[in-house]
């Protein structure tokens, strides 16, 4: 006999209030990723800051507006705000709030937290969640909640929750084709929340810098017909896909952690069908998605797309099945001896590894693939002073998140080089073409000091 799903729908169905109050003094909460994270149940959440203690409420990459249970707990007495990967949200409220903090990860491994197989407390600690909230749309006609713009650990965190799954129903959130574990039944849920119109974050448009243009343009003497993409996000990615929808470039495919505007523009060029790939022929494969509202519309039930789960998107023994795979990403700093750090200044958390040292090494042992790292030589601060990204050694507290062995090809304004077997003298001089020329000369100079520079080597001829 065929079960009732509306039935179901509306015996499960509860308000936020409700739904906050079955919290207890204590819990672990995970409240939703990217666009995903709750807005209804946070904000009642929040509403019991006086009845509750210690606790703690998980997500990533977290999108505005600024959760409640920060702006009402502003001295971090009840409720502590883990990020998976640093959004400029957190950045900022961390600058301004006790209880914000990083939880350092591979996303690509992150679902193994919550399974069996990896259950055991000395391998990787205590990873339990009495209950997980995450934002939906609507049920559909076979009593599915598709996760939309976020599929990453959704299933799983909900499938773990010891105590309670929760959907948050928002109308706005895109229909996005699966793939696998893009939605999760009504008859695997506690309880539904139909939240209040609230509109999806979107994305600043970022207008491509000359520099990012330029960078774009040597990004893409590594790319060739057949070969699979991974972007990570901001103005340079967005570039290489607009110069790439120029171009003649053909049968590219897209596996990538982070779906963006970028990808529009080769799929609707005609450059990106996906027809050379292993994994997902057909399709271009994504784990979560940010960008502009027009960007949305587009990924509505679109059947060129397939939402996947992070194991299978980031984990680098399958990338490394992908023939032809360029992994492209971006950079904070590079210090002369290639070591990258790609998430903070000094002690000040800017954003986070997510799945950066996934597809840089997964793209490396791919047949025919390669990873770029690409950032513009310099930057400017506030009063106006150019500095270079290109440095002798990073300031204490700036974190190492790909280590020189792993480091590939790195790009800037001013060309490529591939770093692969090269020792540390070469290694140093190769990154030295790639600075600012008014940087050069001071790089060379800390590299004599520090023994990793040879008499012979003539960059400056």
């Known amino acids: 006999m065929a079960r009732d799903f509306q039935q179901m729908y509306k015996d499960k169905l509860r308000s936020a209030a409700d739904v906050a109050k079955l919290v207890e003094p204590g819990w672990w909460i995970d409240i939703g990723m990217f666009n995903g994270k709750s807005i209804a149940f946070e904000r009642e959440l929040a509403a019991r800051k006086d009845e509750l203690k210690d606790i703690r409420c998980y997500t990533a990459v977290a999108m505005p507006p600024i959760p409640e249970i920060l702006s009402k707990d502003p001295k971090g007495e009840v409720f502590t705000y883990i990020d998976y990967h640093f959004s400029p949200l957190s950045r900022y409220v961390q600058q301004v709030r006790p209880n914000v ?21 000395e391998k990787i600690g205590t990873r339990h969640r009495e209950m997980t909230v995450c934002r939906t749309t609507p049920m559909d006609k076979d009593g599915y909640f598709n996760f939309g713009l976020q599929n990453g650990i959704t299933w799983q965190l909900l499938n773990t929750a010891t105590k309670y799954r929760v959907v948050e129903v928002c109308h706005d959130m895109p229909y996005c084709l699966g793939g696998s574990r893009e939605a999760v039944h009504i008859s695997d849920v506690d309880f539904v929340i139909e939240e209040e119109n609230s509109p999806m974050y979107e994305m600043p448009n970022t207008v491509p ?45 897209g596996h990538t952690e982070m779906l963006g505007d970028a990808y529009k523009f080769m799929i609707e060029a005609g450059n990106m069908n996906d027809s050379q790939k292993f994994l997902s022929r057909g399709r271009t494969v994504y784990t979560f998605a940010a960008g502009t509202n027009e960007f949305y519309e587009w990924m509505n039930n679109n059947s060129k797309l397939a939402s996947y789960n992070v194991e299978f998107v980031n984990e680098p023994t399958a990338l490394a099945h992908i023939d032809n795979l360029v992994s492209i990403n971006q950079a904070l700093e590079v210090d002369i001896y290639c070591q990258v750090s790609a998430e903070s200044s000094g002690f000040q958390q800017i954003s986070g590894n997510g799945g950066m040292l ?59 080089v591939s770093l692969k077997g090269l020792g540390t003298w070469e290694r140093a001089a190769a990154l ?24 012979t080597n003539k960059i400056n001829d």
Not at 238 to 249: R, V, Y
Not at 399 to 410: D, E, G, K, L, S
Not at 439 to 452: E, G, H, M, N, S
């Open 432 to 455: 030295v073409s790639l600075a600012h020329p008014d940087f050069r000369d001071d790089l060379i100079k800390a590299a004599q000091a520090r023994k990793i520079w040879t008499r």
């Open 209 to 253: 810098s000359e520099v990012d243009k330029q960078i774009a343009t040597n990004a893409l003497a590594h790319i060739r017909d057949g070969c699979t993409i991974q972007l990570g996000i901001g103005g340079m990615p967005n570039a290489l896909g607009q110069i790439i929808a120029q171009t003649d470039l053909k049968n590219l495919g």
């Open 101 to 121: 903090f990083y939880n350092p990860t591979h996303f690509g491994e992150s679902e193994g937290w919550f399974e069996l197989k990896y259950s055991d407390p």
């Open 358 to 416: 996934d597809f840089v090494l997964g793209s490396f042992y791919s047949k025919g693939g390669r990873s770029l790292i690409c950032f513009p030589s310099t930057h400017t601060d506030k009063e106006g002073k150019l500095h270079s990204r290109i440095v002798p050694a990073f300031r204490e507290g700036t974190i190492v998140t790909i280590p020189r062995q792993t480091a590939n090809i790195f790009v800037t304004e001013y060309g490529s």
